[in-house]
């Protein structure tokens, strides 16, 4: 007998219902954005702490060709886009994920409308794609600084190492 689906998977957002579905979060919403190939602590805490600064938390993540481009490697991402889409969703901080396969999630971003945009510490807000749109319709820019200092490059080259 097939199991039901589990209910972290209803947060699962395509992009075409990113608008609709935004709109009917908590304000304020707080956006964020990356690859989250292989989600550790430096992840979980940095997603907290973004959601922790509004009511509700958005995520888009890289598609894998998105990802591809970025030259993180060959081979990565190593968790295909429907496995990071379920393991996002079934974090407690995230209110919704969805995915864009652009080079930059602008689009995502001007359809959810966040009142907050958010990035790790190394971003600068000046570089943050779609910080100059959220902020001129009054929304907020922060750059988190890192809290835990984790990489997943750096974790994938340990284990390849041992």
Avoid at 50 to 71: I, K, P, Y
Avoid at 78 to 90: F, K, P, Q, T
């Amino acid at each position: 007998m097939p199991y039901p689906r589990p209910a972290f998977e209803a947060k699962i957002c395509p992009p075409d219902e990113l608008a609709a579905r935004a709109a009917a979060l908590p304000r304020p919403l707080v956006f964020t954005n990356g690859c989250f190939d292989i989600l550790h602590r430096g992840h979980v805490t940095y997603l907290a702490q973004a959601r922790a600064m509004g009511a509700a938390l958005v995520v888009a993540l890289n598609t894998d060709a998105s990802v591809r481009r970025q030259g993180k490697g060959g081979d990565r991402p190593m968790n295909a886009l429907e496995d990071r889409l379920a393991v996002m969703a079934a974090l407690q901080s995230v209110d919704l994920v969805t995915w864009f396969d652009e080079d930059t999630p602008i689009a995502r971003i001007l359809e959810a409308r966040p009142d907050i945009l958010a990035k790790g510490g190394d971003w600068a807000p000046e570089n943050i794609v779609g910080a100059p749109e959220v902020r001129g319709w009054g929304g907020e820019v922060h750059s988190i600084p890192f809290a835990v200092e984790r990489s997943t490059t750096a974790l994938i080259r340990r284990i390849r190492s041992s």
